[in-house]
């Protein structure tokens, strides 16, 4: 493969792109946006350019890079075979690589570990060659119950080499959770964890995994990782360090195989309002190419190197959230990545938020991400950056998951100030994003280029046609709206698993505007309501209060789902958690998200006549969400009301009730006449105005 392109310090990967179009094709831009505007308005030019500037290989020939311009249903680099694990490994032979691991790791318990480019390569050929020893075939599901640490990629890499389809959940949901999840795409192989260490506590999973594997009789095979001391060794299962101690792995001629552009890579879940999750699939293909694209954007490549470490790309997370899947794709450009399984904040018992910083010190991180109320969290804990070793290689902060207050990003930039050893940390680059696990990228996001402004985000991401739209579909500037995209980007879901007539994907995210906004849909078997547009979700503000310049601003979910601390959760699955109470006869939740101020999500719940919301209930309440969804989903505040509002079909006003807690007027956000118990509002107004809840 070609040698990185390398760069002067502080240059960076996205000039070199621009140096690079100029160069080769002649094409120039004067600032950002106009090199954005390009970017979605020439999608076949740019998308090749992606493909050819990050040297993507296929060994059969493909036609245009966008085939067919249709939202859903476009079709990318037709004849092209790629995979995701083939574009990874590549790096095990490039000289950049050398004597640089591909993967540094600790856990809670202090136990440290390297894996080098060629070892990676072992593992996962020895993992492969298990797999398609036991009869995995391409398309096949291998579903993992694991946390955050190198064994998850390598069975990543493993499953993307055969072709088999990854799906991953973490050990920290609610064994109910994770078989909502996993039953539905019917695997044919588990690997699993026997138990971990999490905010000082030993968690045994043996148990959990006996339950999933009884309520999954479609897996043939299990593969047992014991990475607990002490925890029950998981029966009949092939240990992990067997499938991967293959001794004919290193010398083996064992190659990824080659796979269709659109070949599906993993399956991963985002919760709806109602019914079970969403599963839904992404290809190799649309992963490889807007994870090439999100690098530019995201300044990570093998190509800079702040000192004799290399580049390490770090961006805490667990394995249920997409953010584990982008932190793993950094090794597609020969990245570093690097892993912390464990709390972020300590314990209860003894909390502790400098417990990443001192990790990013004492493993060389140069590129630090955290969901965004972590940050939120040091700063009220008062952390003091210079008492947390030296972090002189950390030359920019990720965020995303929440909207970021103004005050926590000006904590940041002045304790890097205070700290600063280089330039760039005198005015650390924030990159503050937001995307999703839907298409498993980003729609907004910035570079270092550009010019930074606390609480908002530096611009659209390349190749992202992001706008937002007034409740007639207009476009509007310098005012809240519906995010929404104009045309594919090549990581849209290829479905929904056992999805018929992709009836809930185009529900999803299609059918709020109808056709002939934006552009026509064209062609296709699609039903006549579906829409051309992509609505995300979220609320999205471009430019300034005047409209004026491309600043970008999210205000929170504009649905129900239950954006908690980045990680999305239906509320159906909070109510089947919380209504299993025998005294609760009905719930609804909200959360309240909104720029600048901390998650508030209060649950409402409707006692059976005679009872009472006494503490222990409430601990019971707390304690069945912990352990059927995660710690992550208890409320705030638990309220017992005399009635949930309903509409005349039955259906929970979840909607209007979040917009009344909003501060919206009652009027504008809900018909009354289009309910069967009116009467239910009057609590929740008075409630709204009596707490004067995160008015908008």
Request: charged share 20%.
């Amino acid at each position: 493969m070609p040698q990185p392109r390398q760069r002067a310090p502080f240059v960076p990967q996205i000039r070199l792109y621009q140096d690079w179009l100029r160069d080769t094709h002649g094409l120039s831009f004067t600032d950002y946006h106009a090199l954005w505007n390009w970017s979605v308005t020439d999608l076949n030019t740019f998308w090749q350019s992606i493909w050819d500037y990050n040297d993507l290989q296929s060994p059969t020939p493909h036609g245009a890079a966008l085939a067919s311009n249709v939202m859903p249903g476009a079709e990318w680099f037709p004849g092209a075979q790629v995979n995701h694990a083939r574009q990874v490994l590549r790096h095990a032979d490039a000289a950049h690589a050398a004597g640089l691991p591909a993967i540094v790791s600790e856990n809670e318990a202090g136990r440290k570990r390297e894996l080098s480019w060629p070892e990676l390569r072992r593992q996962v050929a020895s993992l492969a060659l298990h797999l398609q020893g036991q009869g995995v075939q391409p398309g096949d599901r291998v579903a993992a119950y694991l946390p955050n640490i190198p064994e998850t990629i390598v069975a990543l890499l493993a499953c993307a080499s055969v072709g088999a389809i990854w799906s991953v959940c973490a050990p920290d949901m609610g064994t109910s959770a994770v078989l909502d999840r996993f039953a539905q795409i019917e695997p044919k192989v588990l690997i699993a964890i026997n138990g971990m260490r999490w905010a000082g506590r030993d968690l045994d999973r043996s148990d959990v995994v006996r339950t999933l594997r009884a309520g999954l009789p479609s897996v043939e095979h299990v593969i047992g990782l014991h990475y607990l001391p002490g925890a029950d060794t998981l029966a009949d299962a092939t240990p992990y360090a067997e499938a991967t101690g293959r001794e004919d792995a290193a010398t083996t001629s064992f190659e990824p195989l080659w796979l269709p552009f659109d070949h599906p890579l993993w399956i991963v879940y985002s919760s709806g309002t109602t019914g079970l999750p969403k599963p839904i699939v992404h290809s190799h293909g649309g992963i490889i190419t807007v994870s090439a694209a999100a690098a530019l954007n995201t300044d990570i490549g093998c190509s800079y190197a702040p000192n004799s470490f290399g580049e390490r790309f770090f961006w805490y997370s667990s394995t249920g959230w997409i953010m584990w899947n982008f932190q793993a794709s950094g090794l597609l450009s020969g990245t570093t990545c690097v892993l912390y399984d464990g709390s972020a904040s300590g314990s209860k018992a003894a909390p502790d938020w400098t417990t990443l910083w001192r990790f990013a010190a004492r493993n060389r991180v140069s590129f630090l991400g955290v969901g965004a109320a972590f940050y939120s969290g040091c700063m009220k804990a008062g952390v003091d950056l210079s008492r947390c070793g030296d972090l002189s290689a950390v030359r920019a902060l990720g965020t995303t998951g929440s909207p970021l207050p103004p005050d926590v990003q000006r904590w940041g930039t002045q304790q890097f100030r205070a700290i600063a050893s280089t330039p760039a940390q005198q005015d650390i680059w924030w990159f503050n994003i937001s995307g999703g696990t839907d298409f498993a990228g980003g729609f907004i996001a910035g570079t270092p280029e550009l010019p930074q402004r606390p609480g908002v985000m530096q611009a659209r991401m390349m190749g992202a046609a992001v706008q937002a739209w007034d409740e007639a579909g207009n476009a509007v500037r310098g005012q809240v709206g519906e995010l929404v995209c104009t045309q594919p980007i090549p990581s849209m879901p290829l479905c929904f698993w056992n999805d018929e007539g992709n009836q809930r994907y185009l529900a999803s995210y299609f059918e709020t505007y109808p056709p002939g906004h934006g552009r026509k849909p064209g062609g296709g078997d699609l039903p006549p309501e579906a829409g051309s547009v992509w609505r995300h979700g979220d609320w999205l503000q471009i430019g300034d209060e005047n409209g004026e310049g491309e600043w970008c601003t999210i205000f929170g979910r504009s649905d129900t789902t239950i954006n908690r601390h980045g990680l999305r959760m239906g509320t159906s699955e909070i109510y089947k958690a919380v209504e299993s109470q025998p005294e609760i006869l009905e719930a609804l939740v909200v959360d309240l998200e909104y720029l600048g101020r901390d998650s508030y999500m209060p649950l409402f719940v409707v006692l059976r006549e005679g009872r009472e919301l006494t503490d222990g209930l409430k601990q019971r309440i707390n304690d069945a969400i912990r352990r059927s969804l995660s710690p992550r989903f208890v409320p705030n505040e638990i309220l017992a009301v005399p009635e949930i509002p309903h509409t005349l079909s039955g259906k929970k006003q979840e909607l209007p009730i979040k917009k009344l807690l909003l501060g919206q007027a009652v009027d504008k956000v809900i018909n009354r006449e289009a309910m069967s118990n009116p009467g239910a509002l009057q609590w929740f107004i008075d409630f709204a105005a009596q707490r004067n809840v995160h008015p908008a």
